[in-house]
């Protein structure tokens, strides 16, 4: 790939605004960065280097949205309709609903139905920016849906020009056929499952649903064991609902994030600090669900805790495709800065996924993967809600996508089309 010098911008590398060049350049060889800096300190040595100039706008590397459940079979919007005609979450449950029908639907499902419905959710991040998602099984809770769970996550990464990290969450919810044997069906998440999805390549890193409605504190560590053996690094679903104390199991296993977190306390932020796990918030779902516990944001500040931000993309909880709309939810209800919401789907997103070297942060040597943003401030990022802010996506030096311009007949034109055609 040619060498090219993108000038005309204001660039903030590190995802945190108080740290932005106005005016800027960046050099990019063989999609990686060669320098980056304010222009008119450009070396002498890219002076010669073709130039793409680009008119003033921001730039920012690519989001990362580091906490999801994108590949699902079905959806519950039927089941958001009765919720809003007054029927319970015990009710739906009993007519067989919740989380039990997307494990239904997704076993049902075929590979190519799995990967053209979260393609379809995918697409719109891709549109917004994102360049490496996480995404987790645990809608098949037996072997063979989990793994094809999998499979359409590695292929999605195949389709489409974004890092993809898949994260085996067998230990999701208790499947109908194990009622009541819950310590069974962590026996075959540990001794079955994930060693097989394992051995085929398909997981780089293992999550628990630690709660009352999910699973125990014991079972949750029998599972970071098992990772622990295979060499896996694990994450949390923690303190959504109540305070278990797995963010403080999770810190003891080194855990690359715990997510959730309303209900966390102060001993479980100090252990998470020792650890370097990162907090990972999910505004979607504390919205979604009318959650009114909040995170405990200053005490995250205070131990200085890394905060992450992710759409938490689920049928049930947070049927969300704009991560840009997570940094507008993060500054309004959890009273999260600009600064913490941006890195919060940068830098601090790509430690959530152990993947700090590789995204969430311009700098030379590193990929060019980075967003053109058609704003006037960063802060426009977190203010419009819904609305398409990424003018371009840039992937090692390439530019992968480009806002669509004037895509509307003019009304002039409509006289061409039959009336209600
Ligand atoms: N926490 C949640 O909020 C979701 N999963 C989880 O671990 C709920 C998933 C669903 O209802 O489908
Ligand atoms: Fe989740």
Redesign the pocket.
Known sequence: MSDLVWQHLNLCASGDPDDTIVDAALAVRDGRIAWLGAARELPREYSAWPREALGGAWVTPSLVDCHT?LV?GGN?ADEFALRLAGASYEEIARRGG??LS?VRATREADEDALFASAAARLEPLLAEGVGAIEIKS??GLELNAERKMLRVARALARRYPVSIYTTF?GA??LPQEYAGRADAYIDEVCERMLPALADEGLVDAV?V?C?RI?FTLAQSERVFEAAARRGLPVKM?AE??SLAGGAALAARYRALSAD?LEFLDEAGVQAMKVAGTVAVL?PG?YYF?RETQLPPIDLLRRHGVPIALAT?S?????PATSLLAMLNLGCTLFRLTLPEVLQGVTCHAARALGQSERHGRLAPGRPADFVVWQVGSLAELAYWIGRPLAGRVVRAGATIYRAPTAPWLRTDERAAFPEGA
Not at 314 to 318: E, I, L, M, V
């Open positions: 459940h699902y519950r919740g989380i997307t645990g809608y969450l999701h919810a999550d649903f709660e999910g679903h959504q609902l959730h999910l779902a669900i938490d689920n049928p049930g909880t947070s």
